[in-house]
């Protein structure tokens, strides 16, 4: 690996996004972590410089200030080799469905910020001719279910996005995978009861995108399983469907 090459992750301080800083960063990748939370950012940062002997820099940023994207994005000195985003909202659907202010601020974390930031990053990879972009998507935005249509909807349009970028971007060289991990044990899902085999660690999850990238996979279901349940999913019919409780 190239020790001088830099990997931006956007969301640093979730649990998947530290594993993630933890793989490359032990594969000799130099970091830059961004959150807006960046105490916590500059924690990890420590931990990974002596860990591992690399370069880290703590930057702060917000997704949802999109006027200052382009600013964040040029004050890199040295322009990342590829970027992860790992931040977003999961948010509770029966109060969204009440609270439009909810539901736009998940819609907005989920969707409209990503497409904010990646817009500026993907032009400059285009330059460039080279890079790579990962982004943590989810399974539910496969198709729309009563338990979190508001932020199902808004991770199937990132889906729909990272896909016209994927194809986009491919004539120059420049590699998009989106990643729908399911379900995760971290500490966004940790009052849920979720069902082991169906659920990953963010150790799984990092590895796995860490050995997908490699591969220059363009879709990663953490957990295979997903696949094929989504896949029934999509295809039951609406008169069944509606009688569910998905």
């Not at 996005?161 to 399911?182: A, I």
């Amino acid at each position: 690996m190239n020790n001088s090459a830099w990997i931006l992750i956007l969301g640093s301080n979730s649990d998947i996004a530290i594993s993630v800083a933890k793989k490359y960063a032990s594969n000799g990748f130099n970091l830059y972590l961004a959150a807006r939370n960046i105490e916590n950012t500059r924690k990890t940062a420590s931990d990974l410089i002596i860990r591992y002997d690399i370069e880290v820099i703590s930057l702060y940023f917000e997704a949802n200030d999109y006027k200052s994207h382009v600013i964040f994005y040029d004050s890199l000195k040295i322009k990342p080799l590829g970027v992860v985003v790992s931040f977003g909202m999961l948010g509770d659907q029966k109060r969204a469905q009440d609270n439009f202010s909810l539901a736009q601020e998940i819609i907005n974390t989920n969707y409209l910020a990503i497409v904010s930031i990646l817009e500026i990053i993907a032009s400059n990879f285009e330059d460039l001719k080279k890079g790579f972009i990962i982004v943590i998507s989810s399974v539910a935005g496969d198709r729309g279910r009563a338990s979190n249509y508001i932020y199902g909807s808004s991770k199937a349009g990132l889906s729909a996005y990272l896909s016209g970028l994927t194809h986009r971007l491919h004539r120059s060289n420049v590699d998009v995978m989106t990643v729908k991990p399911g379900f995760v044990k971290t500490k966004m899902t940790e009052e849920m009861d979720l069902p082991n085999f169906l659920t990953a660690t963010p150790e799984e999850v990092s590895h796995l995108i860490f050995n997908s990238w490699k591969r220059k996979k363009n879709t990663l279901y953490v957990k295979p399983i997903w696949k094929y349940i989504m896949f029934v999913i999509k295809n039951i019919p609406n008169k069944i469907f509606y009688k569910t409780k998905l």
